[in-house]
């Protein structure tokens, strides 16, 4: 239960860390808006069109009598449209990264400097082709792994009563390890941290994680509030890292270094 709170703390940190740097927040709100354009369009297309997909989906039903057509097929939209919704959830993040890398390489490095004893940031010495080109590969792998359960977790979700109850906490469970994992990424890709070692790592403070991750999957639901809450997420996601890797942090993110002051690129 303590790491459940202290993944929780970390949240609060990377808003409050952001909130106090105007500046670098303004610049990280761009990528997550620019996602939020594309996705919301998906989602309308989806909300528009998804009945009819759903009626030539389920031809055997076309002989049912009424109610019992219009309830199951009016379930089977909800439930497509809630599958939709929870992926949309999952890859936000992935391609709102993705967008935003160069942006958010900045700010994590930022807060690493901030709170480093030293003043420095780990760096990856990759070019940024190899890092985009890593960042893309290592995203797509977690969002298979998060489509799987999706998948898994909308199967489940016909069980009467479990389906309803249990199987969306659980949801908000595998989506904030997802997010976790994604929002991590920034700082230690540039540590050198590989993608099966990042899940270790993850899994090894499953609580931790999930204090952060699940209240970060369940505010992600509604759009508007991914966008202004990703610069902060990744701000915290950073701060989390470095517990993580057991590297000492100082109380910089109370803000005794200044934003403008001088730093190494």
Known sequence: MRDLG???????KGQRWVARHGRQYGVGLLPGLITLVLYAAALVALALW????????????????????????????????????????????????????????NLSEKVDRDVSPDGTAPQSGLPLW??????????????????????????????????????????????????????????????????????????????LVWGFGAPLAVAFVVPFVAVFLMPGAVAGATLMARELTGEESTEGESGQRSEDAPVTS
């Open 6 to 12: 202290a993944g929780f703390t970390y949240l609060l």
């Open 50 to 105: 998804g009945g009819d997909l759903v009626v030539r989906a389920t031809p055997f039903a076309d002989a049912w009598s009424s109610p019992w057509q219009g309830v199951f097929r009016g379930l089977f939209t909800a439930v497509l449209f809630a599958l939709g919704l929870l992926l949309a959830v999952v890859t936000f993040t992935a391609v709102t990264l993705l967008i935003g890398q160069p942006f958010y390489e």
């Open 130 to 207: 190899r890092e985009l080109w890593i960042s893309a590969r290592d995203s797509l792998r977690i969002v298979v792994r998060a489509a799987l359960w999706g998948v898994l977790l909308f199967a489940l979700g016909f069980i009467p009563f479990v389906g309803q109850t249990v199987i969306p906490v659980l949801g908000f469970l595998v989506t904030g390890f997802f997010l976790t994992e994604e929002l991590t990424s920034v700082a230690l890709q540039r540590r050198g941290v590989e993608l099966r070692a990042r899940l270790a790592l993850l899994r090894s403070r499953k609580t």
